[in-house]
């Protein structure tokens, strides 16, 4: 049975039939927006053979494989060097000497206050650097900020009689850090880590204003070519629910991941026998 907490209290009868008319008035709201959009579709012809019939040719098929590789790549890197990024900040924002901490602190405040997209256009157009290696540096320096907070977040939030415990037993803050306060805050963190790559991931689709051949760029060159009325519709219609499958593999990832850990016999209480009436204190004989 549902109990109530400070946050939440067990609804009466009227407060049920009311939340039961809210869920039916959402639906209801939900299955017209949906029919309209599917009413439109049909009514502009989006899915007659003529506009699908291009997607089955081996050209096209190739050109959106290679796109989402190129995605995919892009993705990869990216996601690495913003966890690594993201981890060198934090420890930086959270080390005992004051410069080296001003110094995180500044480059953190900076690249996640500055836009991705403008970052990217000054490394591809001022620096001159390649379209994947500027939108992997873009992507990892707005990431990788965002993550250092995050890392940051989940150390503080482990209890602090974790840490001095372990300083107690005569732990470096290295030790501390490695041993006790890190895997404790994982588990914490790995919701936020995992929100903070999907966006990496979706952000991989601003390469195509810089000349990437990723995925989107790919999509564009296809309706760009296509000779019939309103050809980004069907190109959306294909790219959208692989994007989404994506984004929805990487959730499905960090709940594996999470389940794994909840499960681990590391992080299970260990069961202590209690003292016997014989048991020696340390120090006595």
Request: hydrophobic share 50%.
């Amino acid at each position: 049975m549902t109990e109530s907490t400070a946050l939440y209290d067990i609804p009466g009868p009227h407060a049920r039939r009311r939340h039961l008319l809210y869920g039916l008035a959402s639906t209801v709201v939900i299955l017209a927006l949906v029919g309209w959009i599917l009413y439109l579709l049909f009514d502009t012809d989006q899915f007659t053979a003529t506009k699908w019939s291009p997607f089955a040719y081996e050209g096209i098929q190739e050109l959106l494989l290679r796109g989402l590789g190129n995605t995919l790549k892009a993705f990869a890197y990216a996601s690495v060097l913003s966890l690594a990024l993201g981890g060198v900040l934090a420890t930086g924002r959270l080390s005992e000497h004051r410069a080296l901490r001003w110094i995180s602190t500044l480059l953190v405040e900076f690249f996640r206050a500055m836009p991705v997209l403008v970052m990217i256009f000054f490394i591809f157009v001022a620096l001159k650097v390649q379209p994947l290696p500027a939108l992997v540096a873009g992507l990892t320096l707005y990431n990788g900020s965002v993550l250092a907070e995050v890392f940051r977040t989940g150390i503080h939030a482990v209890a602090r009689g974790q840490g001095e415990a372990a300083y107690a037993l005569g732990m470096r803050k290295t030790q501390v850090m490695t041993y006790v306060l890190v895997p404790q805050a994982v588990r914490a963190m790995l919701p936020a880590i995992i929100s903070q790559l999907v966006v990496a991931l979706k952000d991989t689709s601003l390469g195509f204003l810089i000349t990437y051949e990723e995925f989107l760029h790919a999509g564009k060159l296809i309706a760009s070519n296509l000779d019939y009325d309103l050809p980004f519709i069907p190109v959306v219609l294909v790219i959208s629910p692989i994007y989404i499958g994506m984004c929805m593999l990487l959730s499905w990832l960090a709940g594996w991941v999470a389940r794994r850990e909840r499960h681990s016999p590391r992080t299970k209480a260990v069961d202590v026998a209690p003292a016997g009436p014989g048991t020696l204190l340390p120090g006595q004989q």
